[in-house]
Each structure stands twice: as structure tokens, then as C-alpha cells.
Nanobody, 115 residues
């Protein structure tokens, strides 16, 4: 069973920063699109950012300028750097890897922003 290992969530004050990490097996990471989604209580899971194997990125409008997605293809890891956190960023953040055959999800990491 493929496992994505997420880390980096936590409780931070508004205006703070966090970096989320997601490590994947090399067998699925290479050549795959990678992304981050988030789901707040009572809401649907929404795309935050994604990155192609070549490094092209796109972001949800609500996070542009504050979130940066990146990947280390040597370490099979995708990152989400979050700046200027707002209370409305509070959610469970999920890593997502999309290959030609399958879609894989991490277990989720909680990010809570206090005002």
C-alpha cells in the first residue's frame, strides 16, 4: 500500500508561517503531479496548490502571494510554505500525488491559526 507521509502542521498565531512536507515513494513521485488540498470543518476539500514534475505551479486565488509549493525530486518530497497565516487558513491539509494510473492522498495534517 502506497503511503504518503505528511508533516509540519500545528498551531500558530495569525501572521505566522509554517512549512508542510509530504514524502512519497520514488516509484510514484517521479513524473507525477503533486499538490496540496485543504478541508475546513463542514466544507469540501479544495485545491490549494499544485506543481508539475517540471516545476510549473498554480494556486488557488485565496492563497496566491502567501503560499509557495515546491518539490525536491531527489528526495521525493513536495513542500508547501505558508506565510502570513490567517484564521481562515485553519483546515486539515492533504498531500495529493497524481500519476497516470492512480491518485494518492496523504493522511492529512492539521493547521490551526489563532487570531
Amino acid at each position: 500500500q502506497v503511503q504518503l507521509v505528511e508533516s509540519g502542521g500545528g498551531l500558530v498565531q495569525a501572521g505566522g508561517s509554517l512549512r508542510l512536507s509530504c514524502a512519497a515513494p520514488g516509484s510514484i513521485f517521479r513524473g507525477a503531479n503533486a499538490g496540496w488540498y485543504r478541508q475546513a470543518p463542514g466544507k469540501q476539500r479544495d485545491l490549494v496548490a499544485r506543481i508539475t514534475p517540471g516545476g510549473s505551479t498554480n494556486y488557488a486565488d485565496s492563497v496566491k502571494g502567501r503560499f509557495t509549493i515546491s518539490r525536491d525530486n531527489a528526495e521525493n518530497t513536495v513542500y508547501l510554505q505558508i506565510y502570513s497565516l490567517k484564521p481562515e487558513d485553519t483546515a486539515v491539509y492533504y498531500c495529493n500525488i497524481v500519476t497516470a494510473r492512480s491518485v494518492y492522498w496523504g493522511q492529512g495534517t492539521q493547521v490551526t491559526v489563532s487570531s
